[in-house]
């Protein structure tokens, strides 16, 4: 029986691509580099500061002046953190179900906590989520289990009667190791050369509030 359900931010639960790419062209502008178009940008949004970086000036924390490029990014992105960002298509929808059902739901993303509140703030979302877990909340964040079983906790049910539902291989090995019923969004940030068929998860949805239909089986 599902009596939770928990939620990755970037590229499920909100299309925060749109102000990720903006503060990665942001910095690019400042090298003087044209901006790159966001169907390139996205695949990679889930993948915080250092693979935005990556793909977008070819440097890593070895690279010389990098955590000043980091800083510069990371400074642009706060101050416009919900610009463009929204919920996907069918989230909202989904969210009041769960509410009409009682269903305690919450998010757990590896996304610092110096964002993650701001942003389910400004969203309108904070005070309805039943947890809000960072990647930096815990001592270890996902592929490790800890964040997720940190979250159940908070919500007082246990691990395998609880959905996580994620875009990444990373979300459904840390849902899998907590013994969490692992749902792979289908319309997040997924690089199209993955082989989601080799990910460890029970299914996928094409859209948010096809969810629905683990929640009802």
Avoid at 29 to 41: F, S, V
Avoid at 59 to 69: G, H
Wanted: a negative charge.
């Amino acid at each position: 029986m599902v009596e939770a359900v928990l939620f990755d931010l970037d590229g499920t639960f909100a299309d925060t691509a749109p102000d990720l790419g903006a503060a990665l062209n942001h910095v690019r502008a400042l090298r003087d580099l044209p901006p790159l178009p966001l169907e390139t940008i996205r695949p990679q949004a889930s993948h915080g500061s250092r693979g935005l970086l990556k793909l977008g000036l070819n440097i890593d924390p070895d690279t010389p002046n990098y955590e000043e490029v980091r800083d510069a990014f990371l400074q642009y992105y706060e101050n416009h953190i919900c610009d463009q960002t929204r919920l996907f298509p069918g989230m909202s929808a989904l969210v009041a179900e769960l509410e009409r059902h009682e269903l305690p739901w919450g998010i757990v993303t590896n996304k610092p906590h110096r964002y993650t509140v701001p942003l389910m703030e400004k969203l309108g979302y904070a005070k309805r989520a039943a947890c809000l877990v960072s990647g930096d909340t815990c001592a270890r964040s996902k592929p490790h289990p800890m964040p997720l079983l940190h979250a159940a906790e908070l919500m007082g049910v246990a691990p395998d009667n609880c959905i996580y539902l994620g875009d990444d291989l990373r979300d459904m090995e840390a849902a899998q190791a907590a013994s969490m019923i692992g749902i792979v969004a289908a319309y997040g940030y997924i690089d199209p050369i993955a082989d989601l068929a080799a990910w460890p998860c029970v299914g996928r949805v094409p859209t948010p509030f096809a969810l629905l239909r683990y929640i009802q089986s």
